[in-house]
């Protein structure tokens, strides 16, 4: 019972492609090591999607040493295969058997016009292939695993039959890591998906856009990045839902038009505490986050902000950025009551309120990447533009948008009986 | 480069753990998995919390022949050891180290007393053990994987030594597929923790509580069962968000005490349209049921519903179901204008719409499972009552609440530098 040197590999190859989670730092995992298995010198992953194969990455030691490896990845970019059994790939995909070819330009069983159009313009010579299906324990082929020139020091050989039966075994490893990897990506999209919906809702009922989230979600995430922050995406989610206890403001102070006496300003100032009780109680770390923001995104480093007063460090960090992102996205946004403040307006305002309303590192960040948080406003004003808000909108517009996109009768197949 | 038919199988078997993302399904598969590879009688999961092990489940041939499976689970439920040298599940979670014990009761090395109380309240002998910790490839230790009473025939022998070089491997494989499936359920409650808030904070602006949508949620659940729906979490969250349209509704007309003037109605019927609105372009298939329930819910089988007057079928069924529980809870909720109404009274309204508002087949299977219907009602009356409603809080109760819960200062760990 003792486990041989190649077997002892296979298995710790699976376990390391089933504890990557990141689907692209998968993909490149999975060819690297199947490359490295077999001394391929290239090699490139496809996915089924429908009738088609879609290319999901390559890679190439020759080409990449020739032309850098950014070159190499864009040589592909796009490319899909129709599922037929003209192309090796398609053959393998449709069929679910392996394919072990010696020489490409010798075999006339397959068509490989396209193989040889891309060797001839890339100055590659593709030779001999390593084909196999990347197949779910329920025999379902997800995506075909294809590797090109084997290599014996510089000399191309062909792939040796040996190693079909283990890569067999590693392609179905591959398959189940691939499967997870893009299941974890779709729920993790969802729920992203979902707190946008959240912060949306909140704005909607503010005289802000959508954009605004976006904007202030990214603003903060390049705030962090000079922090060290780890989780850019619980940075962004966390401070573009700063303002999500609006929900809980009544209209007729939300929505005045006129300044607010005393009286309606301090129900307004409790949106801070609203977002606090809307996300309470939360398990995901992101929605903690958020609660923190949206509790302190109204204090002020010098301590007259709300709802506490709290001064300076005793600030949560990230509440400090949520300020600073807010207040720098609504000085450089028009509003109802003023037009957009000019860059040179914009940034006297920071350097007056720095270490009064926000925390002196952060003003000193902010204008040392000025021109990058001018370009998120740039880049978003241009999405926003196309964007189509609720409040401009008529009932009969969002009917047909939503007809169109035939969501309406979506359940039907879904009955079981 | 032949694989064993020991590699073989160990390889297979790690595919088949790493495709189960159910949490307790891979645990059950884990231990039946290890207990085949040793041909062991029984075995146990603990998993690592803290600086305790937390019994995760059990498996027992011998005690399932006489007991029952339902009855040996329950044997160990809310088991928990503290994590030291004393307990041979201990030492393997402290030291990472395997353990090979023949005879627990011959063993002085360790304290055994935990089990030796054990087998005599249970009537169990526990005497050879295969030990091991469930390691991930950064070597954290997450569980222990605890093997009992290697078997040859109906003879308790010792596991052999042989059984360990595998056996590391296969908990190796175990160890990933279980963070997985951790990391899967932890996102996906992220998940519906978001959604749940959304559909909380319509709610509020409304005059209901959080457990309006849980009670037309499981209500909803309760009816699909009938219909052979085949994900009980799909239906149960689209259902429950029906309302989240609310959240456009101006308060005016949303919180208005008295009857609404026909204009104010065709407002407030917009918050089908603008629910639908929300929740567009989605890609999650919840979220687009999610529409499809906030779009249709208020149609009437008899086609005189709102937004579209749509007839029978051509409702999808997902909104006839919401419409149904939707009234049911609202006929026996006490509303402030007027008061719960009784079983009968409920009951005489369904049979009279029956084929008018509601779809006949619904009506039919509500009053089928009538007492399951109230019970949901008892339940959650039960957990409205010990909540903590926004609208009846001070925000002194809700400051103080979210300081208690210590979750201002979350993000201090969290810079890098």
């Given at each position: 019972m003792v486990i041989s040197d190649l077997s002892a590999k296979l298995i710790s190859v699976g376990i390391a492609l089933s504890s990557v989670i990141d689907l692209n730092e998968l993909l490149e995992l999975i060819?690297?090591?199947?490359?490295?298995?077999?001394?391929?010198?290239?090699?490139?992953?496809?996915?089924?999607?429908?009738?088609?194969?879609?290319?999901?990455?390559?890679?190439?030691?020759?080409?990449?040493?020739?032309?850098?490896?950014?070159?190499?990845?864009?040589?592909?970019?796009?490319?899909?295969?129709?599922?037929?059994?003209?192309?090796?790939?398609?053959?393998?995909?449709?069929?679910?058997?392996?394919?072990?070819?010696?020489?490409?330009?010798?075999?006339?069983?397959?068509?490989?016009?396209?193989?040889?159009?891309?060797?001839?313009?890339?100055?590659y010579y593709s030779k001999s292939?390593?084909?196999?299906?990347?197949?779910?324990?329920?025999?379902?082929?997800?995506?075909?695993?294809?590797?090109?020139?084997?290599?014996?020091?510089?000399?191309?050989?062909?792939?040796?039959?040996?190693?079909?039966?283990?890569?067999?075994?590693?392609?179905?490893?591959?398959?189940?890591?691939?499967?997870?990897?893009?299941?974890?990506?779709e729920i993790e999209e969802a729920h992203l998906d979902t707190l946008f919906r959240l912060g949306v809702a909140a704005e909607y009922r503010d005289k802000e856009t959508a954009s605004h989230i976006r904007r202030v979600g990214k603003m903060a995430v390049l705030l962090g990045k000079e922090l060290g922050w780890m989780d850019e995406t619980e940075l962004y989610w966390a401070v573009a839902m700063h303002d999500v206890g609006k929900l809980g403001i009544p209209d007729v102070i939300l929505q005045k038009p006129g300044p607010l006496t005393s009286e309606e300003r301090k129900i307004m100032e409790k949106h801070?505490?609203?977002?606090?009780y809307i996300l309470r109680n939360a398990k995901s770390s992101l929605l903690k986050q958020a609660q923190v923001v949206a509790l302190t995104h109204h204090e002020r480093y010098d301590g007259r902000g709300y709802p506490r007063g709290l001064k300076g460090e005793d600030i949560p960090l990230i509440g400090r950025i949520a300020a600073i992102v807010d207040v720098f996205d609504a000085l450089s946004s028009k509003r109802v009551y003023k037009p957009p403040f000019s860059e040179r307006e914009v940034e006297m305002i920071l350097l007056e309120e720095k270490g009064h309303h926000?925390?002196?590192?952060?003003?000193e960040i902010l204008l040392d990447k000025w021109n990058s948080?001018?370009?998120?406003?740039?880049?978003?004003?241009?999405?926003?533009?196309?964007?189509?808000?609720l409040k401009d909108v008529s009932w009969e517009e969002i009917w047909q948008e939503i007809e169109v996109k035939n969501l309406y009768f979506l359940d039907r197949s879904k009955i079981g009986n």
């Open positions: 060819l690297f090591k199947a490359r490295e298995l077999t001394n391929a010198d290239a090699g490139t992953i496809y996915s089924v999607d429908g009738n088609h194969l879609v290319f999901l990455t390559s890679q190439n030691d020759t080409l990449e040493k020739r032309f850098g490896k950014e070159k190499v990845k864009n040589l592909f970019e796009h490319f899909s295969l129709p599922m037929n059994k003209k192309s090796v790939a398609g053959y393998v995909a449709l069929t679910g058997k392996s394919l072990i070819i010696d020489d490409l330009y010798k075999n006339e069983e397959y068509d490989f016009c396209s193989y040889r159009e891309w060797d001839r313009a890339n100055g292939m390593l084909v196999l299906p990347l197949k779910t324990p329920r025999n379902e082929v997800v995506g075909v695993l294809q590797l090109i020139n084997a290599k014996q020091g510089e000399q191309i050989i062909p792939f040796k039959k040996e190693f079909l039966e283990p890569m067999r075994y590693f392609a179905a490893q591959a398959a189940v890591a691939l499967v997870n990897a893009k299941l974890y990506q801070t505490l609203i977002g606090g926000f925390d002196p590192l952060l003003v948080f001018w370009e998120i406003k740039k880049i978003e004003r241009e999405e926003q533009e196309k964007e189509l808000f």
